[in-house]
């Protein structure tokens, strides 16, 4: 079953176990991490923080910065090539080998993206449109069937598709889960790693930029619990926590951390049966609209407490396609909510069935969602599947549930394969489709630089019109650090400048 990569990054993100107990040396960068990787295999792994392991590992075709830039890496420079976003060039730099020695030249490029072509990982909806990948001289081409206008952020770490994998490493693909075959500033330790507890790097000593290995070795621990992850940092144990959540914020600056938020996620109801095949009622975009008057979004961001703040539309704060004039199309009004609903026929009301998880205050904003909906004659009742991936991705497809609550941190382009427009996401498990919103979202897909936040805000404006989310609340996430320089920013779309980090006092 295909996994969620926001959900993947949201687990990234959450909170929980005990640390080691040797504390961190001046010379080791000792990482508390919530959870495992899903892979070592960059085409099966997720996105979020679990991907520290690659970011230290496999060296970027073009490197996302905490200040929202992009910049070389494997790739000198790159560009779309004509109208339409459909063709997109890169020029891969000759000084670069991988930890083996071997050189990271243009048809190893061309081999990796194609085996992550044909790989079916959970970011596999990021490569969407394209068709082929070429070389010719120093030039890699990628060529595409339909636009994809994000492929700088695709080609970079944050997504996986841009890190670069060895000859030897493609020609055994098995072994891509217990080795890294990279060319990044370090590489996997397997004597010194167990796998789902410990991840322990050493220096590549062929990598082309040696001023950037700050640390002779870093140490990724994984640390389920927020509270012990804290008191890890607190004591030394670690030296950045990326189990870092809003309640444990102040903790952490009164233990002297360094505190980092951004990257904002929107937790909101999808209402996902948008054509009324289960719950007829919700094929009407009067009933949705109601329902997006009946919730009192402020009521319920400060009932989830510190961090949470109302929000009325799927693109947060400081992301692309957020339109501040957004927050005023479904001011909390329950007297125009019941209107609505007798002017679509259900001034009685009627129901539906709802599925989530427990994780990031999706089941509380379920039950607080529920209850106000209640107040209008909608009953609204919630299956909660815990923690349990697998079985809410089941649950999801089997288009039993009209709605879900949950969470998503991504550019809006991404955000819209997989929850808006893509076909293949469980989270648009009826393959919504509406003719002004795949107007939109082409002119999205299509647009130049120029034009792109223009035409985000216009395809986010219809998507709001048509009501087929429920947005509720955002929540910011959070980096705490102590004893580390050069930290930089929590980018938007989820940047750190991990290869930056150096320790306090040290050039």
Request: with cysteine.
């Amino acid at each position: 079953m295909r996994r969620l990569p926001a959900l993947l990054a949201a687990f990234a993100l959450l909170a929980a176990g005990c640390a080691g107990t040797s504390a961190a040396a001046d010379d080791t960068l000792v990482i508390a991490l919530p959870a495992p990787p899903e892979s070592l295999d960059p085409a099966q792994n997720g996105s979020g923080v679990q991907g520290i392991v690659h970011w230290l590992t496999y060296e970027p075709l073009i490197r996302a910065n905490s200040d929202g830039t992009f910049s070389a890496a494997i790739a000198s420079d790159w560009k779309y090539v004509g109208p339409g976003n459909t063709r997109f060039e890169m020029t891969i730099r000759p000084d670069v080998r991988f930890a083996d020695g071997t050189p990271v030249d243009p048809a190893a490029v061309v081999a990796t993206l194609k085996y992550y072509l044909a790989s079916p990982g959970p970011m596999k909806p990021f490569l969407t449109g394209i068709s082929d990948v070429t070389s010719e001289g120093p030039i890699v081409r990628v060529e595409l069937t339909t636009p994809n206008p994000i492929l700088p952020y695709v080609f970079s770490q944050l997504v996986n598709w841009g890190d670069v994998i060895s000859p030897a490493g493609l020609a055994q693909p098995d072994k891509l889960t217990a080795k890294t075959f990279g060319a990044g500033a370090y590489m996997l330790d397997t004597s010194a790693t167990i796998a789902g507890d410990h991840y322990t790097f050493v220096k590549n000593p062929n990598y082309y930029r040696p001023e950037s290995q700050r640390f002779t070795k870093v140490e990724v621990r994984v640390i389920p619990d927020p509270n012990s992850a804290v008191q890890a940092l607190a004591s030394g144990q670690v030296d950045v926590n990326l189990n870092a959540t809003a309640t444990s914020a102040d903790q952490a600056r009164a233990s002297g951390a360094s505190v980092l938020e951004g990257n904002p996620g929107v937790l909101a109801l999808y209402l996902i049966d948008r054509a009324g095949q289960t719950t007829p009622a919700m094929g009407d975009v009067r009933v949705r609209q109601a329902l997006n008057h009946a919730v009192d979004r402020d009521a319920i961001a400060k009932a989830l407490g510190a961090g949470y703040q109302a929000v009325g539309q799927l693109a947060a704060a400081g992301t692309d396609g957020h339109d501040q004039s957004l927050e005023a199309v479904y001011p909390y009004d329950p007297e125009k909510a019941r209107r609505l609903l007798a002017e679509a026929g259900y001034q009685n009301g009627f129901s539906f069935e709802l599925v989530d998880l427990l994780t990031f205050g999706m089941n509380t904003t379920s039950q607080a969602v529920a209850a106000q909906l209640a107040k209008v004659g909608v009953t609204a009742t919630i299956q909660t599947d815990g923690n349990d991936l697998n079985r809410y991705v089941a649950d999801l497809t089997s288009r039993r549930f009209s709605a879900t609550t949950f969470r998503l941190n991504t550019p809006l382009f991404a955000s819209a394969l997989f929850n808006i427009t893509g076909a293949t996401s469980p989270l648009n498990p009826f393959q919504s489709t509406d003719p002004d919103i795949d107007r939109a979202f082409g002119t999205l897909a299509a647009a130049s630089e120029t034009e792109q936040d223009g035409a985000a805000k216009a395809f986010h404006r219809t998507v709001v019109d048509e009501a087929w989310f429920l947005p509720v609340a955002t929540i910011q996430n959070y980096v705490f650090a102590k004893g580390v320089a050069d930290l930089g920013a929590f980018a938007p779309n989820g940047a750190l400048d991990v290869l930056s980090w150096a320790p306090q006092g040290k050039p």
